[in-house]
């Protein structure tokens, strides 16, 4: 059962989704009592490969207001991806060749309690198709209606 914590609701919209992947986070303390009282956005959030890592980009995790000081971490740094080399790699090679993109669709603890992303290789939709989803999504609720209506 997974408990999210914050879902990215626009990337469905924006992205034609591929293969989705879970990964894990490098986080630090605050960052996941953050997390757990709800405290992400990940509205701008992505991933880019660096140094053969694979890292999370713009995800806004807020600052827990409890920790010192000294522990307070910052709400918009890069986050490591913890993820098997060999997925890491086709990943890669789906970014430099085929010019995909990784989309960040939801933060989640898992069974055990472990922080988890779901990643998604993605590519951008036009407008043009986001209209034709659109018109294609009502014409189902409409086809649903007449058919309600019929019996």
Known sequence: MRHPVAVNRRARHDYELGEKYEAGLVLQGSEVKSLRAG???????????????????????????????????????PRKLLLHRRQIDRITVAINEQGMTVALLSIYFNETGTAKAEIALARGRKSRDRRYDIGKREWQRERARVMRERG
């Open 39 to 77: 405290g992400a956005s990940l509205r701008e959030a992505y991933a880019e490969p660096k140094d053969g890592e694979l890292w999370l980009v713009n995800a806004h995790i807020a600052p827990w207001r409890s920790a010192a000081k000294g522990h307070q971490h910052e709400p918009k740094r």
